[in-house]
């Protein structure tokens, strides 16, 4: 038998065919995700709903096989469709990169510093955040009832609901919900004129949603969630360090927590994910790399990818005994979306480009130890095993080397490079009954 995961990205769409026997995949492919639509806004960042679920679909088709047993979901979280009394998607998707939710068009503040103001901690691209801005500004198409995440509205789509339901995974990520309690907050709500029947239906449970060619379809995980499930087997020792265009650190914990710079996301079986993220994280080194390359081209170089020229250098030049420091913060904080990078330390003889890459990737180390370190600190939270995923680590040995040292923990790097499409197919094979998940993670 096997399970199928699907995994919604930003930039790529993810599957795995996953052997329940294992599990262990067996088959894979990943794909461009390519519906950004241009708008005439800078700040506004949507995708086309019909282009990512028609990929999903015609994907699915050409995997499709008679020992499929159950379809499991996952993808990008905070970013909201709105859907009608048909369970049609009556909008774009707003992605989790959307900035409406800082613009400071209400007497000078933000639907943000607004909510902040009443003690509800938010960041814009949070699905709550998108919608109340909206409300405000008479953008909700007139047709809609609710709204969900781009991954939620494809179950919708495989199992003919008409109404979303979402784990509390996906909940949690649109803002505006109480995790300890499972639910969203009806009283911000009411006190920002909007109905809170909008809200979809919640469970902490993996439940099914239907069937899609008569195969059981489960309710979707974050991709945070069912990341750190494909990626970490002993979860009561590790952290997972995920480095992609952000970065996060992710603890497993029995309790939510409350620590300044980390989140508490609701999980499986009624645990928690303590989180911490970085805007920036892959990011960084990828501005780096443009820096390189916009050099290169005005030098008369082919305008091509310098990551392999970067690698080159890093492996010529040993470690310095006084690196550059680089403060990575080049995309802001989710405190303080304003704040920006810095770099000091610069010496004559440390003035070589070696010595800049490495004080960038050591930067990057230093916003996820720092996450990491305040956790330790304020909720006595230690562990000794760091597993890495996402190809901001995977392809960059040096990196590894970095955060191994920083953090002082041996590293393991996920071999599966579509963690969370992996992580989706054994949260269906838990939800049918074939995979216990206190096994699965070594509880």
Known sequence: MKSIGIDIGTTTISFNVVDASGPKVWRKETLKNGSFLETSHPWERVQNVDIIVGKVLSTLDQLWGEDVCSIGLTGQMHGIVYVNDQGKAVSPLYTWQDGRGDLPEFQGKSICQLLGEQGVKVAAGYGAVTHLYNLKKGLVPSDAISFCTIVDYLGMVL??????????????SLGLFDGEGCAFRRDIACDWRMDPSFFPEVTQELEILGEYRGVPVSVSLGDNQASFLGSVRQAGETVLVNVGTGAQISVMSPR??????IEARPFVNGTALLVGATLCGGAAYAALENFFREYAVAAGAPDVPQYEVMKALLDAQPAPQEAWKVRTTFAGTREDPQAAGAVEGIRRENFHPAWFIRGVLAGMAEELFGLYAALEKQEEITRNRLVASGNGVRQNPVFQQILSQRFQMPLEVVENQ??????????????IGELSLEQWMGL
């Not at 939510?256 to 710079?261: A, K, L, Q, R």
């Not at 579509?418 to 939800?431: C, H, M, N, P, Y």
């Open 159 to 172: 199992t003919g609901r008409k109404r979303p339901l979402l784990h509390a995974s996906q909940a949690a």
């Open 256 to 261: 939510y927590v409350d620590c300044p710079g």
């Open 418 to 431: 579509e963690e969370a499409a992996f992580g989706g197919a054994v949260s269906a094979l838990a939800a």
